[in-house]
């Protein structure tokens, strides 16, 4: 399985990106978004069930950042809304293990190259 992942950038505080995710291979695995910024662990941001029908966020995002999926185009988007300097990071996205939800990296198996996300303030 290979992941694409695209849409960073640079914007200002309180502007919007839209990440992308394409996977090579149709999954119906959990699918999520990490993101590591300089200096600092990688953390878990987003997931999204199989069918799209579950969604998690990490507390500092949920409101401002939408996950989805589009099974049949083998996509998944990150929209993200109201950004902050906090944001600035490279965001990845990653394939879950498990059916169910997990925010633990360790439970993601293959993850794309990382796209660049900048918040100036």
């Known amino acids: 399985v290979q992941l694409q992942a695209s849409g960073g950038g640079s914007v200002q505080a309180g502007g919007s990106l839209r990440l992308s995710c394409a996977a090579s291979i149709r999954t119906i695995n959990t699918m999520g978004w990490f993101r590591q910024a300089l200096g600092k662990e990688r953390e878990f941001v987003a997931a999204?069930?199989?069918?799209?029908?579950?969604?998690y966020y990490v507390d500092s995002v949920r409101g401002r950042f939408t996950i989805s999926r589009d099974n049949a185009k083998k996509t998944m988007d990150l929209q993200m809304n109201s950004l902050e300097p906090e944001d600035t990071a490279i965001y990845y996205c990653?394939?879950?293990?498990?059916?169910?939800?997990?925010?633990?990296?360790?439970?993601?198996?293959?993850w794309g190259q990382g796209t660049e996300v900048t918040v100036s303030s």
């Open positions: 990653a394939r879950g293990i498990k059916p169910s939800y997990s925010a633990s990296a360790k439970d993601y198996d293959y």
């Open positions: 999204i069930s199989w069918n799209g029908g579950s969604t």
